[in-house]
T-cell receptor, first 111, second 111 residues
Framework: QKEVEQNSGPLSVPEGAIASLNCTYSDRGSQSFFWYRQYSGKSPELIMFIYSNGDKEDGRFTAQLNKASQYVSLLIRDSQPSDSATYLCAVRGGGSEKLVFGKGTKLTVNP | DTAVSQTPKYLVTQMGNDKSIKCEQNLGHDTMYWYKQDSKKFLKIMFSYNNKELIINETVPNRFSPKSPDKAHLNLHINSLELGDSAVYFC??????????FGPGTRLLVL
């Protein structure tokens, strides 16, 4: 069974701090890695995706991938109260349409 | 224009009833999905269609039957509803196995 693990939190950080969200996955053949944000009562929305080892930056968000360690993370710099949401890590295996989601980490950014 | 839309938004029904949820996407994507998100916020794939052809069929009770009349529509029919079917059902679409875009969700409550 292919699994994606996340710390369910809640993770609480002060406004302006860096929030670090982590995810590990079990399938070594995984090719694509996604971070979705889900506000309470809303649908998941894509923040970033990453395919290659290393870092990928987009504004205040940085995704980091280490395939050898089967680890992907999301850093949020200068956290804002509007970043408070549940963050879902999703992994797609090679040649597969299927996304496997983690259970999400709930982030709270305190003003 | 809404990219991925679902109807109804809310559905409250009695155990044993049969109900349908409809999904439409205007993104021109070839692939559509149904996900179930339970009370613990765990998002799990149920079905996926590519150009009207079923490509993912997870371990889901036979009471759930998807139908794709064309590549822009994917409906979900549920027979003999049970209490455990209460959840939020999300439709999503993607093109070429890339980013999945989610609809607003259908909140199903079985009494």
């Amino acid at each position: 069974q292919k699994e994606v693990e996340q710390n369910s939190g809640p993770l609480s950080v002060p406004e302006g701090a860096i929030a670090s969200l982590n995810c590990t996955y079990s399938d070594r053949g995984s090719q694509s890695f996604f971070w979705y944000r889900q506000y309470s009562g809303k649908s998941p929305e894509l923040i970033m995706f990453i395919y290659s080892n290393g870092d990928k930056e987009d504004g205040r968000f940085t995704a980091q991938l280490n395939k050898a360690s089967q680890y992907v993370s999301l850093l949020i710099r200068d956290s804002q109260p509007s970043d408070s949401a549940t963050y879902l890590c999703a992994v797609r295996g090679g040649g597969s349409e299927k996304l496997v989601f983690g259970k999400g980490t709930k982030l709270t950014v305190n003003p | 224009d809404t990219a991925v839309s679902q109807t109804p938004k809310y559905l409250v029904t009695q155990m044993g009833n049969d109900k349908s949820i409809k999904c439409e996407q205007n993104l021109g994507h070839d692939t559509m999905y149904w996900y179930k998100q339970d009370s613990k916020k765990f998002l799990k794939i149920m079905f996926s269609y590519n150009n009207k052809e079923l490509i993912i069929n997870e371990t889901v009770p036979n009471r759930f039957s998807p139908k794709s009349p064309d590549k822009a529509h994917l409906n979900l029919h549920i027979n003999s509803l049970e209490l455990g079917d209460s959840a939020v059902y999300f439709c999503a679409s993607s093109q070429d196995s890339q980013t999945q875009y989610f609809g607003p969700g259908t909140r199903l409550l079985v009494l």
